[in-house]
C-alpha cells in the first residue's frame, strides 16, 4: 500500500514510513492511494475485537508488519481496556444506539489509535534502533492517550502542547501526573489552534524536525485514522451490516474520528450517513451547509475537546471530495491562511452526498445530559450530549443510527454535575489523580521558546 500527501509534492510513503513521519514534509496529509474493498463483511459478525481488527487493518499496513507483529500489537493495545467488548454498542432509544468508545485507559475514543500506534512505534523503533521526539498538541483527550502510549520508553520524548487553563482539571492532571522521565507536559498560552499551529511549525522546519526526529502522533497521523476504522465496521456489522445500512453521528473537532467513518464507507460498509456533531464552535457544521468555511474565535465550551476552529483532518475529505486533485488542496490550504476559502460547488456536493450536520449551544449540550439521564438511566459526557443532540434531529425510520459516545462522563465532573447534580465516579484505576503531584512547564505561544525547550528537556 502506497500513501500519497494530499498536497503532491511530499515523496510517496509506505504505511510504516507513513505512520513514523506524521505530517507530510510539504505540509499536507498521507492518504493511501486507493482504499482497499473489505472483503466478506458479514463473516465479522460476532468476532472478537482483535480478529475483526486484523482483518480491517491488515490490507492498509502491507508489507510493514508481519502477520503476526500486526496481531501482537493489535492484542496488547486492547488488552488493558476494562470491556472485553472494546467497544462495545448499547441502546439508547429504539433504532438509537451508543458506541461506548470510553472503556481504555484514559477515558476517551482517542485511546483505539493511540494504544495500537504506540505498539506499531515500539516495533518499528526496535528494527531501526531509532530515537525520536514525539510533540502533540491536544484539545484535552490527545495528549494524556499519548502519554499513556508512550510513557516510559527509552528511545521516545513525548512532548504534549496543551491550552492553558482550557482543559478540565481531570484532563489535565491525567497530563501532569504520570512521573516517568520521558513525559514533558506542556501548559501553552493560547488555545488549542494555537498549538496546533506551532506544531505545523515545527514539523516545516526540516532542520529541526531532521535533527530532533520529530514525529507526530496527532490525529493527523495516518496510523490514528486507520485504527479508528475498525468500530465504525465492527458496530455496524452487529446491527445488520452488510445487509443492512446504519448512520452514525460524530462528535466532531479534528475531524478525524468522522473521517476513519468515511474510509469505512469507502471500503463497502453501507453507511448511509455521517453526521458532523459541532459545540457552538461550528466551523464545519457551517462549511458543510454553505460551502464556506472561514474561521471565527474560539469560544470555550463545556466540550472542550472540540473546541476548535482549524480542523485539520478536514483536508483529507476535501482530497476526495476534489477528486484527489493536490493543487486544488494547496490553493484552498493558502487562502486558508487568509482566513478562509470557498468549497467548489462539486466537491460540496461530493461532501454533502456523506456528511450532514448539525451544531449544538451550551443550554441543549446540558439539557441533553440530563435528558438521557432520565430516560434512561446513563450518564453521558458533554461531547456525547452534542453528538446525540444531533443524532436526535437525523433520525431515519428503518436506518438503525449509532452516536459515538467519545469520552467517560467523569473526565468532565463539572459540565456533568452541572446538568444532574452527580459528580460521576472515576474509575479505580484513576482514583489518586487528585491527589498525586503535577509536573508541567507553562511555555509562550512561540516557536523559539518552544524549540529550545524541546532541545534542553529531550532524554531520549
Ligand atoms: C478528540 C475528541 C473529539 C473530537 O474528535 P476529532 O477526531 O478531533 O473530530 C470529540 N470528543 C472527545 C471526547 C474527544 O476527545
Known sequence: MRYVSTRGEAPVLNFEQAMLTGLARDGGLYLPETVPALSDIGALEGLPYEVAAFRVLKPFTGDSFSDEELQGAIARAYQGFRHVARAPLTQLAPGHHLLELFHGPTLAFKDFAMQLIGQLFQIALARSGQRITIVGATSGDTGSAAIEAFRGLSNVDVFILFPHGRVSEVQRRQMTTPDDANVHALAMDGHFDDCQARLKDLFNDHAFRDQVGLAGVNSINWGRVLAQI?????SAVSLGAPYREVDFTVPTGNFGD????????????PIRRLVVATNQNDILHRALTTGEYRMGEVHPSISPSMDIQVSSNFERALFMAYGGD??????????LKAGGFS???????????QYASGRVSEDETTAMIRTIREETGQIICPHTAVGVQVARDHLEPGVPMITLATAHPAKFPDAVEAAIGIRPDLPPHMADIFDLPERVTRVENDNDALKSLILERRIA
Do not use: C, K, N, P
Open 343 to 353: 468549497i467548489s460547488q462539486g466537491a460540496l456536493q461530493a461532501l454533502q452526498d
Open 326 to 335: 493536490a493543487g486544488a488542496i494547496r490553493q484552498l490550504m493558502d487562502e
Open 230 to 234: 475498525v468500530y465504525y465496521v465492527t
Open 258 to 269: 468522522i473521517f476513519a467513518g468515511s474510509i469505512a464507507r469507502a471500503m463497502g460498509v
